[in-house]
């Protein structure tokens, strides 16, 4: 079985991950593929510097990301041209990793544009993480070092909540502590393996 998981920057994504890896769950982490598929040496990272030119490299060959997001997340047209050389190499290695994965085991593709990219209807199941927010941003300043401004351009960069839950099969609200987490995770992962097997 295929699941989509996704949610807005500073819902818990990667926390949620890591719940579900814990379980048993392969997880393929688009934000952690598209660092890879841009690392020195890679036709990525030849692509993003065509683009975007040599300014968005730190001083020792590596992209740098706050910069290449400043541009970006502050001009649609920009994040476009970046998504169209960064999706297709992310969705070319999570399908290799999901062709590893052994037979029965719950694949979760952890993937923060998921409504965004339109992949929804992809996947047997969509699992959506759900914060107001207000909270978005708070976690934002807080984990994040962010501004303020930042904070909310990368919240509003991405779907609305409203257009993640009507895309949810199953939603994990995660305002509460990590021990409702945790037990809402274990609960969704039971119904989605009792669907497996």
């Not at 047209?77 to 999570?94: D, G, K, M, Q, S």
């Not at 992949?119 to 708070?138: C, K, M, W, Y």
């Amino acid at each position: 079985m295929r699941v989509g998981l996704t949610g807005g920057v500073a819902s818990g994504k990667s926390t949620v991950s890591a719940m579900l890896r814990d379980l048993g769950a392969v997880v393929v982490d688009a934000d952690s593929l598209a660092r890879e598929v841009v690392e020195p040496g890679t036709s990525g990272l030849d692509a993003v510097v065509a683009e975007f030119g040599a300014e968005v490299l730190t001083e020792d060959g590596r992209l740098d990301r706050a910069k290449l997001g400043a541009l970006v997340f502050a001009d649609p047209t920009r994040r476009a041209a970046l998504e169209a050389i960064v999706h297709p190499l992310v969705r070319a290695r999570a399908a290799e990793i999901e062709q590893a994965a052994p037979a029965g085991v719950l694949v979760v593709h952890d993937i923060p544009l998921l409504v965004e990219t339109g992949l929804a209807a992809s996947f047997d199941a969509v699992v959506v993480i759900d914060v107001p927010e207000e909270v978005q941003v708070e976690r934002a300043l807080r984990e994040r070092g962010w501004t303020e401004p930042e904070a909310r351009a990368r919240v509003q960069a991405q779907a609305s909540r409203s257009e993640r839950l009507a895309a949810a099969t199953y939603v994990v609200e995660n305002s509460g502590t990590t021990e409702d987490l945790r037990q809402r995770v274990a609960e969704v992962f039971e119904e989605l393996t009792g669907s497996v097997s």
